[in-house]
T-cell receptor, first 113, second 115 residues
Framework: NAGVMQNPRHLVRRRGQEARLRCSPM?????VYWYRQLPEEGLKFMVY????????ESGMPKERFSAEFPKEGPSILRIQQVVRGDSAAYFC???????????FGPGTRLTVT | AQSVTQLDSHVSVSEGTPVLLRCNYS??????LFWYVQHPNKGLQLLLK??????LVKGINGFEAEFKKSETSFHLTKPSAHMSDAAEYFC?????????????FGTGTQLKVEL
């Protein structure tokens, strides 16, 4: 039973480019969460999605960031026009429903040069 | 609002000695609390969880934590540290909101284990 999968594991982008981070939840899980970990900090909640719906995006920056979880395929976190401050580890977690614990993927480490 | 405070950013112990990582929580109602561990450049692994059942919770790798409502604490302990325990540990509180749940992380405690 594969765990939460994220790809790519490492992503390098130049300032102004777009970054697309993918997350495939565990089998049977339909709830996906995205968190960001800045250097030397804990994880901060960004967004919570169910299939085709954004449930809570209170942690998402107002501009340049978007997330989706389509009916088919992985969840995507998209960052447009990246800046150096976007350099961080982005973790995805999934759960079976809203009351079960979250299982984390290995993260995508984004470096903006 | 719910939050957790990890009282030590760094803890150093000798191999074979006890480990104590401290966490205090703030919550307006009975919280769900977790400890996660993160090894360098790896993802997060759930060590243990408290969800209003037994106050002493046993986790993986010999770790345990005790929920103390009177002290609003959820400290993580292990009787004897091993070199492989060196990692970053996060105390986490779960907030139920909008039909779902999101996790609020503490700032982390870096555990160093010396020979």
């Amino acid at each position: 039973n594969a765990g939460v999968m994220q790809n790519p594991r490492h992503l390098v982008r130049r300032r102004g480019q777009e970054a697309r981070l993918r997350c495939s939840p565990m089998k049977g899980h339909s709830h996906v969460y995205w968190y960001r970990q800045l250097p030397e900090e804990g994880l901060k909640f960004m967004v919570y999605l169910q299939k085709e719906n954004i449930i809570d995006e209170s942690g998402m920056p107002k501009e340049r960031f978007s997330a989706e979880f389509p009916k088919e395929g992985p969840s995507i976190l998209r960052i447009q026009q990246v800046v150096r401050g976007d350099s961080a580890a982005y973790f995805c977690a999934s759960s079976r429903d809203s009351f079960y614990e979250q299982y984390f993927g290995p993260g995508t480490r984004l470096t903006v040069t | 609002a719910q939050s957790v405070t990890q009282l030590d950013s760094h803890v150093s112990v000798s191999e074979g000695t006890p480990v104590l990582l401290r966490c205090n929580y703030s919550s307006s109602y009975s919280p769900s609390l977790f400890w996660y561990v993160q090894h360098p450049n790896k993802g997060l692994q759930l060590l243990l969880k408290y969800t209003s059942a037994a106050t002493l919770v046993k986790g993986i790798n010999g770790f345990e934590a005790e929920f103390k409502k009177s002290e609003t604490s959820f400290h993580l302990t292990k009787p004897s540290a091993h070199m492989s325990d060196a990692a970053e540990y996060f105390c986490v509180v779960r907030l139920f909101t909008g039909g779902g749940n999101k996790l609020t992380f503490g700032t982390g405690t870096q555990l160093k284990v010396e020979l």
